[in-house]
DNA sequence: ATATTTCGTGCAATATCGTGAAGAGTCAAG
DNA sequence: CTTGACTCTTCACGATATTGCACGAAATAT
């Protein structure tokens, strides 16, 4: 690939994403960093975008598309996205429910990684536009709260998908009561999916602990365990430690 | 191999290619670099080429790919997107193909607007999250090209459904050879959402029309019209004449 | 506070460039 | 047939551009 081609791309990459991470685009053109960062530094000199750590920007705020998509994860939502990310293994077929929390995993999986993703949620989806991985779209009526699909045709597509890992997103988490979430139809959909899974997690935030939404998905036994932020106290878990499930920290 | 041949040849790799590349051209037609590089130098003096390090780039960029593409909502696709969202009513069912044209269908309707949405684009599910209309979701194996849903999933889920309306995308327009596409399983999907639809109508942009794509989706009689930018001259479109199909200005 | 990532710089290896000179072929006038 | 003018090509070589690597500094993440 030409030098000049190399700038061209970069440039409408910046457009289009509204970022350039000189990592990745190293990875993806297979050339070295200090190329990619060269062309950003002289670039930058010529006024055509705004070198940061780690890559450029556009010197012109980026489409409002992506201002949207941009929305802050909180850093502790990224880091459980990450680990999550982190236990998945090439060649896998995981299930990612809906919900921030698991759009984190999304952007946190390698870009290049060759895996299947089953997601009932259309945001989930997007997220996946720019990775290599296979992506499975469950069907069904959407339920626009949470943006997953829900209904009779969800599960009939969910009961003939087998998975080794689903990362389940619930509103509420309590040692009695289980995992719970607000809307019957979502509850029963997440039930289907974790009949289909050999594996369960949870990316369970803090608020969510002590707490119980109407719609019961599962018992914490049911599930194979958690994902927590490492802040979170020991007596806050300390419940959750007979029902023998792991608890990883992030 | 004379001269001239070899300049002709030049201008034609540049518009196939997008790109001539000096050492990989000499090799090809086993000279020396310098003569081709004469050849570029000389090419580039006479206005008819873009010399650089390596080779040499087309004076204006090579087509609009497909990332590229994603940008620019232009001002034309707004204008055709409200007139779609114009001839859609209150309560009846749409079904909005994927791609950038039917996106801005989408961005174009009413919130609070109550009509039921089907689609097989996450992309255009999640512009509709804020919306009041009911969003069903046709599931499959995604197509990142386009980000639709394929595969026999997606048909059968299909099947299910009758719509009163389906905007359709297509990548090309043509008298007789129809409306087509990139793809083969997409092309597939379009024509089995064209079978359960009561009216298709095409936003049809000015570079569409003419155009030849490998996988037919449909006859132009076949559709019910399409939705055209007002300043598309008045020939271009005699020829879809005879096939009896509203053309509606946008 | 420490580990990791990213940055900038200098440097060496390689690729590409421009120029001028030399070789090869053509053609027409002598 | 020979010669010289002309064109096109290749070769040689110094100049310039590009790339990857090493290493200490700075920024960022844990």
């Given at each position: 690939?030409?030098?000049?081609q190399?700038?061209a791309?970069i440039s409408a990459?910046?457009?289009r994403?509204?970022e350039?991470?000189?990592?990745r685009l190293?990875?993806e053109l297979?050339l070295?960093?200090?190329?990619i960062?060269?062309d950003l530094r002289?670039m ?5 975008l705004?070198?940061?750590h780690?890559g450029?920007?556009p010197?012109?705020p980026?489409?409002?598309n ?6 802050i994860?909180s850093d ?6 990450r680990k999550a ?5 090439t060649?896998?077929?995981?299930f990612?429910d ?5 759009a984190?995993?999304?952007?946190a999986?390698p870009?290049d990684?060759q895996l299947?993703?089953?997601t009932?949620?259309p945001?989930?989806?997007a997220?996946l536009e720019r990775h290599?991985?296979e992506v ?5 009526r959407?339920y ?19 998975v080794d890992?689903?990362?389940l997103?619930?509103?509420a988490?309590h ?12 509850a029963?959909?997440k039930?289907a999916i974790?009949?289909?899974?050999a594996?369960t ?8 602990f ?6 019961r998905?599962?018992g914490?036994?049911d599930?194979?365990?958690?994902i927590v932020?490492q ?7 300390a419940s959750?430690?007979d029902?023998?499930i792991t608890?990883i920290?992030?």
């Open positions: 690939m030409l030098t000049t190399r700038r791309l990459r910046l457009s994403d509204g350039i991470i000189a990592k190293a990875d297979d070295s960093e200090d190329t960062r060269r002289e930058a000199a010529e006024g055509l705004k070198r940061v780690g450029a920007l010197l012109v980026p489409l409002p992506f201002a949207a998509r941009q929305e994860a502790v939502k990224r880091r459980l996205g990310a982190a236990m998945i293994g060649g896998q077929t995981i990612l809906g919900g921030t929390s698991n984190e995993i999304a952007r999986l870009r990684m299947t993703v089953v009932h949620s945001t989930i989806a997220e290599d991985a499975i779209l469950i069907g069904g959407l626009k709260h949470s943006m997953v699909s829900t209904g009779a045709s969800a599960l009939a597509a969910i009961a003939g998908i087998r890992l689903f990362f997103g619930v509103t988490i040692p009695a009561h289980g995992v719970s979430t607000g809307d019957f139809e979502e029963a959909v039930r974790l009949g289909q899974a594996d997690y949870v990316l369970a935030t803090a608020e969510k002590g707490a119980v939404s109407p719609h998905v599962a914490i036994a599930l194979s365990g958690f932020p802040e979170i106290k020991d007596e806050t878990l959750y430690r029902a023998d608890m920290n992030a």
